[in-house]
């Protein structure tokens, strides 16, 4: 329950930064992503449509994320599956609904660096930041770092899905 409020806290954390922070650009971030990371992220979004649990995104991390939302949205409804494995705690989410295109994964370490990844199905990775609770901050992942770690948690998902 503690990491799950920590979890809470720092997607609030996120909020604090400037919408234009660490986007990828998202031609850059088609370019990057091979055809089977792109089939994952489908196989993804597909687990998350059938097997997810109901969750929310609240409008203050849509907004840092740059997810379209009404005004009068306080809460994107979002299907979500969050997994332990040691000390890491890793949380996926998808919107509940057809308005919008984003793939959202956390992963909380035990290191007190709590990692975000803003993707669409359709473009890939397009921001990623990584938070320090203890320390109150909130840094953008530098692209290449971005990359690769957001690459890390498509596998991570997409061997959990095999698993099934």
């Known amino acids: 329950m503690r990491r799950l409020v920590l979890a809470i806290v720092c997607l609030n954390l996120i909020a604090a930064l400037p919408a234009q922070a ?6 850059r971030a088609l370019q990057q992503i091979t055809s089977a990371e792109f089939g994952s992220l489908r196989s993804i979004a597909g687990w998350l ?9 609240g409008a203050d991390v849509a907004d840092v994320m740059g997810i379209p939302r009404l005004e009068s949205e306080d809460l994107l ?3 979500q599956r969050g997994f332990r494995s040691d000390d890491e705690l890793r949380i996926a ?8 295109d984003f793939l959202l994964f956390m992963v909380q370490r035990p290191d007190d660096q709590v990692y975000f990844y803003f993707s669409t199905v359709r473009e890939g990775l397009k921001k990623a930041f990584v938070s320090i609770p203890s320390r109150n901050l909130v840094m953008p992942l530098d692209r290449l770092e971005a990359e690769a770690r957001f690459r890390q948690e498509v596998r991570y998902w997409g061997e959990r899905i095999e698993a099934k």
């Not at 989410?93 to 919008?100: E, N, T």
Request: overall charge neutral; cysteine-free; charged content about 40%.
């Open 77 to 79: 409804e979002a299907r």
């Open 93 to 100: 989410q998808i919107s509940a609904d057809d308005k919008r």
């Open 49 to 57: 449509r059938q097997h997810g649990r109901d969750g929310y995104v």
């Open 22 to 27: 660490a986007a990828i650009a998202p031609e």
